[in-house]
């Protein structure tokens, strides 16, 4: 956008934004109210799995063998506990295939099958105080779920000689799901009081503080909407939703603390309500705008992987991106015509100055100045120091070991998780381990018995039973030496695969799952971090005219998150910290966590370089004066991002106590790199790198120069026709710094 075009665009979206303010919030009301109404339930229709990449082999044979052999693939285990007695008492004997005959009589349950039937030597505990029952309850994850919750209580508990727990996958998930919308609601209720606290902190106006809150729930309640419809379209992963609440409240502060500030700033001058609406629209609007759209970007890379886990966060952080940014640029502007100069009213911190003339955003303007200037002087020892730092906090993550996400994301004392645990510790042949190879086409006695004498020499292979034949099918079982999803299992994998047969084989299996999910996400990968590094050089290039800026906001984004893949891999797959933060490590990571976090983070880390950025140029335009424009920015910005900052880290913190490893680590995780991005990258590296490139930073090759004069956007009118967006080394003649005093920003 050029400088002579930029205002008058955007004239016609302040007129209409400002035109009739009560008119807009009413309408705004009852979206809302709508939105309450189409979002209800939607947790309910969510599921929690989508880790399987849908046209992977692992997939198909899943898919095949429920079809074809359902008992095969049970999804509900019952582990009946005869105390003091064994499994092979005939009181036990006798209540269990009561059991047993009563759960084939549920309706959607088949495929019954009990250690009392066959005396499978895998369905009885070593010790022979414990055996299973193992079925499989049909339908999708909400139907299997309502038949979880409908026929549990009649299973659970004391019957006669013995006690049954509940299990299996069908459990897991349907445990996982409950947890999660409970852990969500808890978060909920952390997150909002103390983020309010904070914007009271942040801009003194109570009145002030509750804008960003409003522009949050409308965001939130907007997403769960937009995810109730997808959900008639596609599979939505639950853990979506702590995505939708913390991106919807980090995001509304973020954009509602730009443009709040920038509206008090231009009423400090003088400016009527409506002037400083719009030159706040023109300014910091435009700014939130671009922003959005970096983040929404970095979320939309994921839509390339296959995994509906993955892609549901992209379907919600899109949706929540783009929700808080239209709240903040209708809701927000027509919220302050009305209030006018009452935006600061209710000011709670004239309780603490005393009548202290100097006010505490001037006192944090000239920290934030003297702290510039010493980074700057010493920019080659910040710039070393920081980034070395960086770098040896990320080495961990060298080690990283991928996994699947099982029970033990759930607390160590959830029913399903101590079932599981009871499998794992007193059950042969590493229960869930083993690996399945569908057979299809047909085949005579004697080939499926060569086929079977073939992979049971194979290396790894411990055990093979099977085939069971049911027409032109079959199955074997195979059992692995190695640990569950271990490396010589997974090699195994891939000799089962690779071992010829006459007839059309697939394997499945956790193993198989991991092979594929792997080999899914590294495909796509560099897909995703592709769009992700392009459309950000392409943006940051419209923002600020220059070649060299967006190639180091990428690198120092990318910088900026080794600390939080560092403490991932050190904390939950270590399991340093285990105990104090309550949850069990696998000694793995699952495989689509680190993408998400990325993605997520990078996104974020974007929204703050941004918000830097734009303000360095507009003083840069102004001025012209390169050092002075960074020392500028980060005066009026580097408050601003760290409140900022520290309100997001609250709400991914809030999200970082539930009670499921996968979601705790996301918290957490992304919380330690707003942080560190914040605190460290935008108030040391970057102010570092740019003072160690100078002027040179501005530089672009004359066609672009003239590509960004015609296109670009920036938060500022430059009052340099000749230098403009594109200024760089050599370019035209720069003036003197103006002599005009500098507005210290109100609630930054």
Not at 505 to 530: C, E, H, M, N, Y
Not at 545 to 553: D, E, K, N, T, Y
Request: with cysteine.
């Amino acid at each position: 956008m050029s400088e002579v075009n930029g205002p008058q665009r955007l004239g016609g979206w302040t007129r209409f934004v400002t035109a009739r303010p009560r008119l807009t919030l009413l309408a705004a009301l009852v979206i809302t109210a709508l939105a309450v109404f189409a979002g209800s339930g939607v947790a309910d229709r969510m599921g929690s799995g989508g880790w399987q990449a849908p046209d992977a082999e692992s997939t198909y044979a899943t898919n095949a063998l429920e079809r074809e052999f359902p008992a095969s693939q049970p999804n509900l285990l019952l582990l009946i506990d005869s105390g003091s007695a064994s499994v092979d008492d005939p009181a036990v004997a006798a209540e269990a295939a009561r059991l047993a005959e009563r759960l084939s009589g549920e309706a959607d349950v088949v495929g019954v099958r009990s250690y009392w039937q066959d005396k499978a030597p895998a369905l009885r505990a070593e010790d022979g105080k414990e055996a299973l029952i193992a079925a499989r309850i049909e339908g999708d994850d909400k139907a299997t779920g309502e038949v979880l919750d409908r026929m549990a209580p009649a299973y659970r508990g004391t019957h006669g000689p013995v006690r049954v727990s509940i299990g299996g996958p069908v459990a897991v998930q349907h445990e996982m799901q409950t947890l999660i919308e409970e852990d969500l609601l808890r978060a909920e209720m952390i997150a909002l009081p103390v983020t309010l606290v904070l914007l009271v902190m942040v801009f003194g106006s109570a009145i002030a503080a509750l804008l960003p809150l409003g522009v949050g729930i409308v965001a939130i309640l907007g997403t769960n909407a937009v995810l109730r419809g997808i959900t008639e379209l596609t599979d939505v992963s639950v853990f979506a939703q702590n995505l939708t609440t913390a991106l919807g409240l980090g995001l509304a502060v973020d954009y509602a603390l730009f443009i709040v500030r920038r509206f008090r700033e231009e009423l400090a001058t003088g400016a009527p309500t409506r002037t400083a609406v719009g030159t706040t629209l023109r300014t910091a609007g435009r700014t939130v705008l671009f922003s959005a759209l970096t983040v929404a970007v970095s979320l939309a890379a994921m839509l390339v992987f296959p995994q509906y886990f993955l892609r549901s966060f992209a379907y919600a952080g899109i949706a929540v991106v783009l929700l808080a940014a239209a709240a903040a640029l209708i809701l927000l502007p027509a919220a302050l015509m009305l209030l006018g100069h009452r935006v600061n009213s209710l000011d709670l911190r004239k309780l603490l100055r005393r009548g202290r003339a100097k006010s505490p955003d001037a006192a944090a303007g000239a920290g934030w100045g003297r702290f510039t200037a010493l980074v700057m002087r010493r920019a080659p020892v910040f710039a070393i120091v920081t980034s070395v730092g960086l770098v040896l906090l990320g080495l961990p993550f060298l080690g990283v070991e991928f996994g699947t996400a099982d029970d033990r994301q759930l607390p160590a004392s959830s029913e399903s998780h101590v079932v599981q645990q009871h499998l794992r510790d007193g059950f042969p042949g590493s229960p869930g381990g083993g690996l399945d190879i569908f057979a299809e086409g047909g085949a005579t006695p004697a080939q499926y018995a060569d086929y079977r004498s073939r992979i049971a020499a194979l290396p790894g292979v411990l055990r093979v039973d099977g085939p069971v034949t049911e027409g032109k099918a079959a199955y074997f079982s195979v059992l692995g030496k190695g640990e569950p999803v271990g490396q010589e299992t997974q090699r195994l994998v891939k000799d089962l695969r690779a071992e010829p047969a006459p007839f059309d084989t697939t394997v499945t299996g956790t193993a198989a799952v991991l092979v594929d999910s792997k080999a899914a996400i590294g495909d796509r990968l560099p897909w995703a971090v592709g769009i992700i590094a392009v459309v950000t050089l392409l943006l940051v290039f419209l923002l600020t005219g220059s070649v060299l800026i967006p190639v180091q906001a990428v690198v120092l984004n990318a910088l900026s998150l080794t600390a939080m893949f560092g403490a991932v891999v050190w904390v939950f797959q270590d399991g340093h910290l285990s105990g104090l933060l309550s949850f069990t490590s696998t000694g793995d990571i699952e495989t689509t966590l680190p993408v998400l976090m990325f993605c997520v983070a990078f996104g974020l880390s974007m929204d703050y370089g941004v918000f830097l950025l734009s303000r360095i140029k507009e003083e840069y335009d102004r001025t012209g004066d390169h050092e002075h424009a960074v020392g500028y920015g980060l005066r009026h910005t580097g408050g601003l991002i760290t409140a900022a900052a520290v309100i997001l880290a609250v709400v991914m913190v809030a999200i970082g106590t539930s009670r499921v490893t996968n979601t705790k680590m996301l918290g957490l995780g992304i919380a330690l790199a707003v942080l560190m991005d914040a605190m460290v990258v935008r108030s040391l590296l970057v102010p570092t790198v740019m003072k160690l490139m100078g002027r040179a930073t501005w530089w672009a090759p004359a066609p672009l120069r003239r590509f960004h004069q015609r296109f670009g956007l920036s938060e500022g009118e430059s009052v340099r026709p000749e230098a403009g967006a594109g200024a760089g080394v050599g370019v035209g003649a720069v003036p003197e710094p103006s002599a005009e005093p500098e507005r210290i920003s109100s609630g930054a």
